[in-house]
């Protein structure tokens, strides 16, 4: 790394002359001697010019990290110019779907300006991302390395069956379970509570289960207690819910199976029905 007078244009070049020595020894039967006498020598001469770098950006590396897919992220690269006339600059073409955009117009920039180049990450896949970025003008060049990786969100939730089961609950009564939603990505999270599909209704207004959240925001490896209060108003073996934990993009569908019956007696005799997890379309009929 050579230091340069930049406030001294006579001084924004460097020479060298180097003399580069060179040893052979020539083939046997061409010179007869003892073993050092062959060894011949020559020098070669060798001149360079050192010049100083005109556009400088502020970084060699620009590093967005881990993003989710089909999210964006932009950071900025500054490019100053050193040289002594405008430099316009010109942009190298990206790769398609690449990952990695250019948002703002190249510009031109005059001695001693700093101009931002806007650079976009958005990930199409999960996967690890890099591509350089080439920009130029009729004098010089600059270039920098733009690095990211795609990631997708993924949840682990307890109990890791996926069922809560409320048991029996007499009519009017109410039973209240949690479950807990992990997030193990290394970024926060945003989810929703879709029913996919569900069993008898309340014959009232309420609901027979409540979502104590229905929705809310899980920051990275962190856990989430999702309340659920079961009450129904009327008997019945086939109170239920299927909630989908709805993630844009996760790695693997998480999905949450709410039972309950209901009765007005106490003591009651009822068929042991083990739990197995369905085909929604399977569910998908009317309970009444």
Not at 102 to 120: D, F, S
């Amino acid at each position: 790394m050579f230091n340069f007078e930049t406030d001294n244009p006579n001084k924004r070049t460097q020479h060298y002359e180097w003399l580069i020595p060179v040893y052979f020894r020539l083939a046997d039967g061409e010179q007869s001697g003892s073993h050092t006498a062959d060894i011949k020598s020559l020098f070669l001469e060798a001149r360079t010019t050192t010049v100083q770098r005109i556009l400088h950006p502020n970084t060699d590396v620009l590093e967005f990290g881990e993003v989710p897919v089909a999210f964006k992220k932009t950071q900025e690269i500054l490019v100053k110019n050193y040289g002594l006339m405008d430099e316009t600059l010109r942009l190298e073409s990206l790769t398609p779907f690449g990952g990695f955009s250019v948002l703002n117009a190249m510009r031109t920039i005059r001695p001693g300006e700093t101009k931002p180049i806007v650079i976009q990450f958005e990930p199409l896949a999960q996967q690890i991302y890099e591509e350089r970025v080439v920009m130029f003008s009729n004098h010089t060049m600059v270039s920098v390395n733009l690095k990211g990786t795609g990631v997708r969100p993924e949840v682990k939730i307890v109990p890791d069956t996926g069922l809560l089961d409320f048991g029996n609950v007499l009519v009017g009564e109410w039973v209240e379970k949690t479950f807990e939603i992990e997030n193990v990505s290394s970024f926060p999270v945003n989810f929703d509570l879709v029913s996919k599909v569900s069993g008898v209704e309340n014959q009232k207004k309420q609901v027979p289960f409540t979502l104590i959240p229905a929705r809310g925001s899980i920051k990275a490896n962190s856990t989430y207690e999702v309340k659920i209060i079961f009450q129904p108003d009327h008997v019945s073996n086939h109170f239920f819910n299927v909630l989908l934990i709805d993630i844009p993009n996760q790695v693997n569908a998480k999905s949450v199976y709410l039972r309950g019956h209901a009765y007005t007696r106490q003591t009651i005799i009822r068929e042991f029905a083990p739990f197995v997890w369905r085909p929604l379309k399977e569910l998908e009929k009317n309970y009444e």
